[in-house]
């Protein structure tokens, strides 16, 4: 009987530690609105910095595929989700300026 008492008691502490929550950041990455690219069009660079460590994006320039027109104001700082760009989604650049690679905005607001 004391087995199957301790057996219970431990399922339960168990499966209430683990379903504790991480504290999961609303936005992945800040980033800084640094101009429009002359290369590719009216996608804008911006210096990204992770926040969170889990991604494989490091930190650095990168052209901001879908970042909205009223976020893409020279030196505005902010808050984005992002990944890099499946093929169909990436824009045409010609090669006059030096090339960076490109990330793919999900979602981005200002930073406060």
Same mark, same amino acid.
């Given at each position: 009987?004391?087995?199957?008492?301790?057996?219970?008691l431990?399922?339960?502490?168990?499966?209430?530690?683990?379903?504790?929550?991480?504290?999961?950041?609303?936005?992945q990455?800040?980033?800084?609105?640094?101009?429009?690219?002359?290369?590719?069009?009216?996608?804008? &660079?911006? +210096?990204?910095?992770?926040?969170? %460590?889990?991604?494989?994006?490091? $930190?650095?320039? #990168?052209?901001?595929e *879908? &970042?909205? +027109?009223?976020?893409?104001?020279d %030196?505005?700082?902010?808050?984005? $989700?992002?990944? #890099?760009?499946?093929? *169909?989604?990436? +824009?045409?650049?010609?090669?006059? %300026?030096?090339?960076?690679?490109?990330?793919?905005?999900?979602?981005?607001?200002i930073?406060?």
């Amino acid at each position: 009987m004391k087995n199957i008492i301790f057996g219970f008691l431990f399922a339960i502490g168990f499966t209430s530690t683990a379903c504790e929550k991480e504290d999961i950041p609303e936005h992945q990455f800040e980033a800084t609105v640094l101009y429009q690219g002359m290369d590719c069009g009216g996608t804008y &660079l911006i +210096s990204l910095n992770n926040l969170s %460590g889990d991604s494989t994006l490091v $930190n650095g320039v #990168y052209y901001a595929e *879908n &970042l909205s +027109s009223d976020l893409r104001i020279d %030196g505005l700082e902010i808050y984005l $989700n992002c990944r #890099y760009p499946k093929e *169909n989604e990436l +824009s045409l650049c010609t090669t006059f %300026g030096p090339g960076y690679p490109h990330i793919f905005v999900i979602n981005a607001k200002i930073a406060e």
